[in-house]
């Protein structure tokens, strides 16, 4: 009854892809292009993005009649875990080459596809999720955004809210309602559309966030046309829809990731190794995060397969989001050689900056009272 | 077993689900596997055994955690993979393998009466691995040194994780069971997101020990430094989450469950046990950390691939 996670192994071709991201990396931090950072796929930085695109790091599994690499989700694995180990601020194309792309490769019309896909790969055209708003967060179904429809396409009035780089985005794949809500058919009614962020009727207000930094959004929708090719799927299949697309946010290694960098700045600044409380800390972080990287593994190679992994994404991400929230406070136990050398200082403010970040972690894509009643539902107990 | 399908695994799956409890090792049901060879899996083929067979070893220890087996078959087939790295035989009689820990406590098992057994005394911890093996009747005892003690220290990790992963397994699926069958305020008490919640928290841990311990037993078998990791990492994981499954499961069943009489407390008790030995979490943690410190801020990400690039 408790769930399995199939082992599977990264293909030959990892390494040097592996080696290749480094390089890459290595450059850009010669450069001055970044400071790692914690969540570094929630730091939206076109210029980054587009260094990606042009060094081949975005949209790797797509046709290359799109502009991709027709490589498997394995292999996209290997360059998404390096690029969030070094904190790099992938923010502007995470969205759109996690789900936003891959959603409109198996729904999206042909024109949506040209219009958008290649520009992705190239790091130019980004997504954001809209998905929740004022109402509706955990219970998505009740989202009251509505499409009419209108000669040619859709007509799109509402609200969405807490949108990652809602603000700072070209397109956002929404969940409207174009049916009027039904009691007894909840999920019914819903469709999933692609909209041009920039077109009339759409007003958007960064929304600053607790840590001082203007990361989420509202984003605010007064009669904006939508022609039909941007519908995604089916009208009145947006359930199906964006719960399949939650399986690809839910599933990689960013739910386990984001504080890998605060452990890097931890070894830079040299941890006191007199006692054995960083080495016991370091090793829990270690023994978590390996044993969390061979389930991410284990749920891309089941996406390669053609699986649907959701209970086992949900599962992935309460475990992975539990253990980023626990890093940055245990790490506080661990005492520093030096510690008022630059590093230790970086390292400091680097924890201070992350415990406080570290709240949304289990917020953002699902949180754990929502993942929860999914995994009880695998165990068969709903 | 998920990615490894093991025939031999299977078999002793059947043997011991066909066993009856019993107070003491059931020694009706070691007979049985002494003649299917089963504690000599790990010697070498011209010995009887199938050679560095770790995904087999983990799968017939899964098996005999989670039928809660009244049979000391980790320490036996273990002790016969270290004894046979010396050019050592034994008869089949059980052996126990006392490993006192990195501070010198003892190990728990010491104190449970193995009558008849051999016994084979291991210390692992430091460069080389130290034993002492005593044959039950009375023979001097004989020590030898093994070289390669962090690949000693692993065959245990791996053996301790999958003793632990099957018991793991069936008290998750105990909780789930009773869970669904127990009624309270007029419906199942699984229906109550109170109940749900903490065993769904439950089996993201078992389902990551499952990952971690297959990783393992896999690497082992490929040899090198990634096996000695993953086999650290699958012991630590899995003793950290058996005080966690144990508690909730418990919990699940409220008092039957704290019952000399109900069947839970096997699993359990297998659960704090088999935590302790060989290396507790706290142990293979500071292990591990000692690794990511000699690995540094360059290597820290490879070390989670098993991989020691220093």
Known sequence: MSLAFESADLPPSAHALRTKVRAFLRAQREAGAYEPRCSGWTVFDRAFTRACGEAGLIGLTWPARWGGQERSTLERYVVVEELLAAGAPVGAHWIADRQSGPQILRHGSDALQAEVLPGIVRGEVTFAIGMSEPDSGSDLASVRSRGERVEGGWRLTGRKVWTTGGHLADYMIGLFRTEPADVQRRHAGLTQFAVDLRTAGVTRRPIRNLCGRDDFSEITFDDVFVPDSHVIGQVGDGWRLVTGELAFERSGPERFLSVFPLLVALLRAGPRDDTPVARIELGRAVAHLAALRRMALSVAAKLDAGGDPATEAALLKDLGNALEREIPERLRAVRLRDPASPQSAAYRALLDDTVADATSYTLRGGTPEVLRGMIARGLGLR | ?310
């Open chain 2, 1 to 310: 077993m998920s990615a490894h399908e093991s025939m031999i695994a299977d078999a002793v799956e059947r043997m011991f689900a066909e066993a009856m409890p019993s107070r003491g090792v059931d020694t009706t049901l070691w007979a049985t596997l002494v003649e299917a060879g089963v504690p000599r899996l790990l010697r070498p083929e011209s010995q009887g055994g199938a050679g560095d067979a770790w995904r087999d070893a983990a799968g017939v220890l899964q098996a005999a955690g989670r039928h809660a087996a009244s049979v000391p078959l980790a320490d036996t087939l273990l002790a016969h993979a270290l004894l046979a790295q010396a050019g050592l035989d034994a008869d089949g009689r059980p052996i126990r393998l006392a490993v006192a820990g990195p501070d010198g406590r003892p190990d728990p098992a010491d104190a449970d009466a193995l009558p008849g057994a051999h016994r084979l005394v291991l210390q692992p911890w430091g460069e080389a691995a130290r034993c002492i093996w005593m044959e039950s009747d009375g023979a001097p005892a004989y020590e030898f040194e093994l070289p390669d003690a962090p690949r000693v220290r692993a065959r245990l990790a791996l053996a301790g994780a999958s003793m632990l992963t099957g018991a793991l397994r069936t008290a998750i699926d105990m909780g789930v069971e009773y869970a669904g069958l127990r009624k309270a305020f007029g419906r199942p008490i699984g229906q109550f997101q109170a109940v749900q919640h903490p065993l769904a928290v439950a089996a993201e841990d078992v389902a990551a020990s499952r990952a971690a311990l297959d990783w393992a037993a896999a690497g082992l078998e490929t040899g090198g430094s990634s096996g000695e990791v993953a086999a650290a990492v699958a012991k630590a994981r899995a003793a950290e989450a058996a005080g966690r499954v144990a508690a909730i499961v418990h919990q699940v069943h409220g008092a039957i469950g704290f019952t000399a009489e109900h069947a839970l407390h096997r699993s359990t008790r297998l659960l704090w046990h088999w935590r302790d030995r060989w290396g507790d979490e706290h142990d293979w943690h500071a292990l591990l950390g000692a690794r990511a410190l000699a690995a540094g801020p360059q290597g820290l990400f490879d070390l989670l691939d098993g991989v020691e690039s220093r």
